[in-house]
Nanobody, 123 residues
Framework: QVRFVESGGGLVQPGGSLRLSCVASRFTFSNYALSSFDVSWYRQAPGKERDLVATISSAGGTTNYADSVKGRFTISRDNAKNTVYLQMNSLKPEDTAVYYC???????????WGQGTQVTVSS
């Protein structure tokens, strides 16, 4: 059983910053460690679909971002700690959502989702 634990969310004013953390506890999936998987952050606003926000490659050398967050968010990882981070700067009200992380390999995402962490951007 893989468990993702997201933290670091909160209430922030527009233009503010937050750093989210995702810890994958005791991660072993398909007999591989987290270091063999891409990791992504997703977000879901009330009444909307869950959208991909950012992805980082297994070794951390390649990152991709949704157009809506390019230049404002930075994804990073520490494989020794089984932890992935999302630094969010210049936050906008449109960023308000519950943020989740998950890992993916050739067969897709793991079937496990954490509780997420709430980010609220409001003046």
């Amino acid at each position: 059983q893989v468990r993702f634990v997201e933290s670091g969310g909160g209430l922030v004013q527009p233009g503010g910053s937050l750093r989210l953390s995702c810890v994958a506890s005791r991660f072993t999936f398909s007999n591989y460690a987290l270091s063999s998987f891409d990791v992504s952050w997703y977000r879901q606003a009330p009444g909307k679909e869950r959208d991909l926000v950012a992805t980082i490659s297994s070794a951390g050398g390649t990152t991709n971002y949704a157009d809506s967050v390019k230049g404002r968010f930075t994804i990073s990882r520490d494989n020794a700690k089984n932890t992935v981070y999302l630094q969010m700067n210049s936050l906008k009200p449109e960023d308000t959502a519950v943020y989740y992380c998950n890992a993916a390999g050739p067969l897709g995402r793991t079937p496990y989702w954490g509780q997420g962490t709430q980010v609220t951007v409001s003046s």
